[in-house]
């Protein structure tokens, strides 16, 4: 019984230890879409087109463009200065807004750095040990969000917007408004819709990915039975 107990308890902790890192790989999906989608600007290019933000805006598809580009230029880890948008006012709230933003996004371009590191140190360490169960694992534990990520936006993602920015931000800054702050207009909602499938479909791929190449080392490393030979009798 004490054998089963120690078995039972090691298992239980491997299956813990295989959750962490599928936590890891999670982090480090979200942050991979993340990076990818805010970066990803011919996207908004053509968002501009699809709604005819300049109709709507007043303003010329190249000033669209300059204004977004400082945007999302100020949001880079890399940029060290103040957000000045070329022809757009701004308040103090909106700009306090963005400020915060930015140090969001800085966290995700962190956590995607040291993700990386964690990983590939696990990865080596796994290797070393021939074991790949917490691919599986890491696959499943991945999968999780995305799905309720999915359902959320699906049922009514404005409600998930909303609750998005109560998590993450400690104020109402986030409420906008459009006569002091115009760039606001230039940010449809739908925009923030394919920047978060963006994210899911990297985490889904990730996922995927991840279950197969459990799958492949587990075809790799299972042991072929011997077939015993034919035996030739002479009489």
Not at 146 to 169: A, E, N, Q, Y
Not at 194 to 219: D, E, M, N, P, T
């Amino acid at each position: 019984m004490k054998k089963y107990s120690r078995r039972n308890q090691k298992e239980k902790v491997n299956l813990s230890l295989d959750i962490g890192i599928g936590v890891v790989w999670t982090l480090f999906f979200i942050s991979l879409g993340l990076i990818l989608a805010i970066n990803l600007r011919p996207l908004y290019y053509a968002n501009i087109r699809w709604f005819e933000l300049d109709k709507y805006s007043g303003l010329s598809i190249n000033e669209i463009k300059s204004n977004y580009n400082a945007l999302i230029d100020y949001c880079s880890p890399f940029y060290y200065g103040a957000l000045k948008f070329p022809t757009l006012r701004s308040s103090v709230s909106g700009i306090s807004h963005f400020e915060e933003v930015k140090v969001l996004f800085q966290f995700f371009y962190i956590t995607f750095l040291i993700s990386s590191i964690l990983l590939l140190g696990v990865i080596s360490w796994k290797k070393k040990q021939n074991n790949y169960r917490y691919l599986k694992v890491s696959s499943i534990t991945a999968i999780i969000l995305p799905i309720i990520t999915l359902i959320g936006c699906s049922i009514d993602f404005d409600t998930s917007f909303v609750i998005f920015h109560k998590i993450f931000f400690r104020n109402d800054d986030w409420m906008f408004d459009p006569y002091t702050d115009p760039i606001i207009e230039l940010l449809p909602e739908v925009y923030f819709l394919q920047c978060a499938l963006i994210i899911v479909f990297v985490v889904l791929v990730g996922s995927l990915i991840l279950y197969l190449c459990y799958r492949h080392q587990k075809k790799k490393n299972q042991v072929t039975p011997l077939i015993k030979p034919k035996m030739n009798y002479y009489y």
